[in-house]
């Protein structure tokens, strides 16, 4: 059954882990939903990641749209949050309500926020008033990444985490059924986790979070380039898809693919008649 924010505070609650992936395509979707995960996130990350941008900064609300409907095509039991992409929401109020309403009218159940100021708090509440549930985001942000200069290890000291936390509790009276917590220790993650009443997703926040998320491509290896220390391959479909083109590439230059079983056959009258 197609989960929803109770759902994910009765897992917190229950004690059992919530398990989360990024999805920006309708047939990796597909294969998510079918495995039961409990969530997709169809990150910003996919500027990166799908479309080959430099950084999560330039992709818009109308680019992510599409791949929010692509995403809830597949995924029809899971689900689904939209990320709300760099400058989406940051304007004012009316703007971030205007772009959340586009992407659960794209067939998205929720949006994600990075951040908490007192504008950000604003919108999830009136987001929340309106229908439309919000996942937080703390720690390290990387829509904030040129102010925080760098992929850098958050709430690394008690000082920073109380911090954090206290951005949490926020977050969470405002309305937020959960957040994600990214790039922190493992103990810093526990301490926000076990002082707060929703669940938490951490990514590179060790294993006391209340649930995990990672992205779906990173785990299954389709890259080479880099991979962060808190992921871990489960696949190595870079290999695999490598080895399949390159066979088909010789297998086409070698007259070795199409064979007659991958070819249609004209019937033999019709044959003759090519030929006579
Ligand atoms: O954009 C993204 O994919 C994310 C996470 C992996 C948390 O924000």
């Given at each position: 059954?197609?989960?929803?924010?109770?759902?994910?505070?009765k897992?917190?609650?229950?004690?059992?882990?919530?398990?989360?992936?990024?999805?920006?395509?309708?047939?990796?979707?597909?294969?998510?939903?079918?495995?039961?995960?409990?969530?997709?996130?169809?990150?910003?990350?996919?500027?990166?990641?799908?479309?080959?941008?430099?950084?999560?900064?330039?992709?818009?609300?109308?680019?992510?749209?599409?791949?929010?409907?692509?995403?809830?095509?597949?995924?029809?039991?899971?689900?689904?949050?939209?990320?709300?992409?760099?400058?989406?929401?940051?304007?004012?109020?009316?703007?971030?309500?205007?772009?959340?309403?586009?992407?659960?009218?794209?067939?998205?159940?929720?949006?994600?926020?990075?951040?908490?100021?007192?504008?950000?708090?604003?919108?999830?509440?009136?987001?929340v008033?309106s229908?439309?549930?919000?996942?937080?985001?703390?720690?390290?942000?990387?829509?904030?990444?040129?102010?925080?200069?760098?992929?850098k290890?958050?709430?690394?000291?008690?000082?920073?985490?109380?911090?954090?936390?206290?951005?949490?509790?926020?977050?969470?009276?405002?309305?937020?059924?959960?957040?994600?917590?990214?790039?922190?220790?493992?103990?810093?993650?526990?301490?926000?986790?076990?002082?707060l009443?929703?669940?938490?997703?951490?990514i590179?926040?060790?294993?006391?979070?209340?649930?995990?998320i990672?992205v779906?491509?990173?785990?299954?290896?389709k890259?080479?380039?880099?991979?962060?220390?808190?992921?871990?391959?489960?696949?190595?479909?870079?290999?695999?898809?490598?080895?399949?083109?390159?066979?088909?590439?010789?297998?086409?230059?070698?007259?070795?693919?199409?064979?007659?079983?991958?070819?249609?056959?004209?019937?033999?009258?019709?044959?003759d008649?090519?030929?006579?």
């Amino acid at each position: 059954m197609k989960k929803n924010v109770h759902s994910f505070q009765k897992l917190k609650d229950s004690g059992e882990k919530i398990a989360m992936l990024t999805a920006y395509d309708y047939s990796t979707a597909k294969v998510i939903d079918e495995a039961g995960i409990d969530a997709i996130l169809v990150g910003d990350s996919l500027a990166m990641v799908a479309l080959g941008y430099r950084d999560t900064y330039i992709i818009t609300a109308e680019e992510m749209k599409i791949f929010v409907k692509a995403v809830s095509k597949g995924a029809v039991n899971t689900f689904i949050v939209a990320d709300m992409p760099f400058m989406s929401y940051n304007i004012n109020v009316e703007q971030g309500l205007e772009n959340a309403s586009k992407m659960i009218k794209a067939g998205a159940s929720a949006i994600k926020l990075e951040g908490c100021n007192k504008y950000i708090l604003t919108l999830v509440q009136r987001c929340v008033e309106s229908g439309i549930p919000v996942l937080g985001h703390l720690g390290f942000t990387p829509q904030l990444m040129n102010t925080i200069g760098g992929h850098k290890i958050q709430g690394k000291t008690a000082e920073m985490t109380e911090e954090i936390l206290v951005n949490a509790q926020k977050l969470e009276a405002a309305g937020c059924f959960a957040i994600v917590l990214e790039l922190m220790p493992a103990e810093s993650a526990k301490y926000i986790t076990d002082n707060l009443k929703i669940p938490t997703i951490g990514i590179g926040a060790g294993s006391e979070c209340s649930g995990q998320i990672v992205v779906t491509d990173d785990i299954l290896g389709k890259f080479t380039d880099f991979k962060p220390k808190f992921v871990k391959k489960y696949a190595d479909l870079h290999g695999v898809v490598l080895e399949s083109i390159t066979q088909y590439k010789n297998e086409v230059k070698n007259l070795i693919f199409p064979s007659q079983d991958e070819s249609f056959e004209l019937n033999p009258e019709e044959f003759d008649k090519l030929n006579s």
